[in-house]
């Protein structure tokens, strides 16, 4: 017994996409310009399936190049910032020098001092009756 949920389907090229989506573009577009050029009769219906498949193809393959551009931008980026090509966290980026004696600031330690100035915005006002 074979189950049809397990199997895996090969993933499609991106030449089979494209084909798909301009099909699916022509078979929308020639139904909407046959059902609005319906009201001018048979030949209506005839010219705006025509016409209305053309446009729909144009949108198709419009929507495919779109995606195509905006999958190529994003992997731009994931190389740029270092998804791809394994060097996300790397440590090599330049880093300005501790200093010639190594002497870290307390912040950078994680050690909180006490400050005995106020912040900067003011103290905070007593509560009322106090």
Do not use: C, F
Not at 1 to 15: A, G, I, N, V
Not at 64 to 74: F, K, R, S, Y
Not at 76 to 81: G, S, T
């Amino acid at each position: 017994m074979r189950h049809h949920d397990t199997e895996m389907t090969p993933p499609k090229s991106s030449k089979q996409v494209r084909v798909e989506r301009e099909a699916e573009g022509l078979a929308s577009g020639a139904l909407v310009g046959a059902a609005v050029g319906s009201m001018a009769g048979p030949p209506g219906a005839i010219a705006g399936a025509i016409l209305g498949g053309l446009a729909g193809t144009l949108a198709g393959a419009a929507m495919d190049t779109e995606d195509a551009l905006h999958a190529m931008h994003e992997q731009e980026l994931d190389e740029e910032i270092g998804v791809i090509g394994g060097e996300m966290g790397a440590p090599n980026l330049d880093h300005p020098p501790s200093g010639r004696r190594s002497w870290y600031s307390l912040a950078s330690m994680g050690i909180d001092r006490e400050d005995t100035q106020p912040p900067a915005e003011g103290p905070i006002p007593p509560a009322d009756g106090e």
